[in-house]
Structure formats: structure tokens, C-alpha cells
């Protein structure tokens, strides 16, 4: 069984939540705060990590949520804008996996006994059927893989 290192990114790594006006936007179903937010990590040191656990075996990937109470149409637009993110702002990054999912969807239909999530939301942490650590501590615990 392949080991696996999940991250969800609102919060954890990527700032929604401090671009000016963000929850008023996904009211109005305006994808801005998903192309605006800016980085909550350093994103070379976290490039460089994710390619050292993936040349150490394991495969890294992204489960995130959509915006709650969502039509089809900006839950199409806020996987664009997400993706688009990733390429922009970690373009050396091959991701192994994506999950964009519904808001709600649990995560732990993603993992397995040995998989690790970096989540900042403690329900999808204790959930979760592998291994989980909140945002505090991404590089310190990548550095151990």
C-alpha cells in the first residue's frame, strides 16, 4: 500500500479567509477570493518538501471543499479558479491526486490507515482514518517523511 499525504488548502495552506470581503464574494457566488488569496505558507520550502516525500514513495494530493450552498455553475468556476492556483503559485508541483469535492463530503472517503491529512478544520482531523495534524506544523512534519 502506497503512503499518502493529503492536504486541504482554505485555511491550511492558502488564506481564503483573509482576502477582503471573502464570505460576501461565496454568498454572491464570486469565485475572486479562490484567484486572490495569497499563500499562508512558504511555498518554495513546500514545493521542495512535496518533492522529497514523493521521491521518498510516497504520492501527495489535495482534498479541498467547494464553497457551501453552491450552484453547479460556481462550483465549476471555484475548481477552475483552484487549480489555476495550484499551477501559478506551485507550478514545479505534480500533484498525484485532486479532490475537489461538495463542502460537507467526508474526507475520509479519500484515505487509508496510513495516509496523512493536514487539515486546520478539527472534525475532518478526527475523522479521518489515517494519520492527522493541523496546519501548524506542515513543514516540520513533511521534513520527517
Known amino acids: 500500500m502506497k503512503h499518502k499525504v493529503y492536504f486541504d488548502c482554505d485555511g491550511t495552506w492558502i488564506d481564503l479567509y483573509g482576502v477582503e470581503g471573502w464570505l460576501d ?6 469565485a475572486h477570493p479562490y484567484i486572490e488569496a495569497k499563500p499562508l505558507i512558504h511555498l518554495a520550502t513546500f514545493a521542495r518538501l512535496i518533492h ?6 510516497y504520492q501527495v494530493g489535495i482534498i479541498s471543499w ?4 453552491s450552484t453547479s455553475e460556481f462550483n ?5 479558479a483552484k487549480l ?6 506551485l507550478p514545479s508541483v505534480e500533484w498525484d491526486e ?18 496523512i491529512l493536514f487539515d486546520d478544520e478539527r472534525p475532518n482531523r478526527e475523522n479521518w482514518i489515517g494519520v ?6 506542515i513543514f516540520e512534519i513533511l521534513r520527517t517523511l
Not at 464574494?25 to 464570486?30: A, V
Not at 465549476?76 to 477552475?80: C, D, K, Q, Y
Not at 475537489?100 to 495516509?115: D, H, M, Q, R, W
Open 25 to 30: 464574494n461565496l454568498i454572491n457566488h464570486n
Open 52 to 57: 522529497r516525500a514523493q521521491a521518498n514513495g
Open 66 to 69: 467547494l464553497a457551501k450552498n
Open 76 to 80: 465549476e468556476a471555484v475548481t477552475l
Open 84 to 89: 489555476n492556483w495550484f499551477k501559478k503559485h
Open 98 to 115: 485532486i479532490h475537489i469535492v461538495p463542502y460537507g463530503t467526508p474526507k475520509s472517503l479519500f484515505g487509508n490507515e496510513t495516509a
Open 132 to 137: 492527522a495534524y493541523d496546519e501548524k506544523n
